[in-house]
């Protein structure tokens, strides 16, 4: 799974992103979960795939049981959010890309294998966002 912490750093986060392949907000969420977990927070968070959740992998399934758990939507429809839960987790925060946008009007995402300025300036928007809300979980854990 990409953005494994590093050796011995307790794991405080799991992002789930959206799977919307050949989504333009599918994408965003991708995006911005890779930032989360490989520029802002490698140490303490890690991406668990929507898809090995969708498929009942047993791994995937624990890593969202236990430690505090964002997904990241790309449509209303919400299966990170959705399949979470299913999966026996605990959704701490939930975010979509629809209401990030709302919020960033400027950040108009186009692309679907490669964002344009755009689309890659709203993934970085949430991913401060994401980033935000994973402070706020892991100050109210007391970490």
């Given at each position: 799974m990409t953005g494994q912490p590093v050796e011995n750093a307790p794991i405080k986060t799991v992002v789930v992103p959206c799977s919307g392949i050949g989504k333009t907000y599918g994408t965003v969420t991708r995006e911005a979960a890779y930032i989360v977990v490989e520029e802002l927070a490698p140490e303490t968070t890690r991406i668990v795939p929507l898809s090995l959740l969708?498929?009942?992998?047993?791994d995937a399934q624990a890593a969202v049981r236990g430690v505090p758990v964002i997904t990241l939507d790309g449509c209303k429809l919400a299966c990170a959010t959705v399949n979470v839960g299913e999966a026996g987790g605990h959704v701490a925060r939930?975010?979509?890309?629809?209401?990030?946008?709302?919020?960033?009007?400027?950040?108009?995402?186009?692309?679907?294998?490669?964002?344009?300025?755009?689309?890659?300036?709203?993934?970085?928007?949430l991913a401060e966002e994401v980033m935000q809300a994973a402070g706020e979980l892991m100050e109210a854990d007391g970490s």
């Open positions: 969708v498929l009942g992998d047993e939930e975010f979509t890309v629809l209401d990030c946008y709302r919020r960033n009007k400027q950040c108009k995402p186009q692309g679907i294998a490669e964002l344009n300025e755009g689309g890659l300036a709203l993934a970085r928007a």
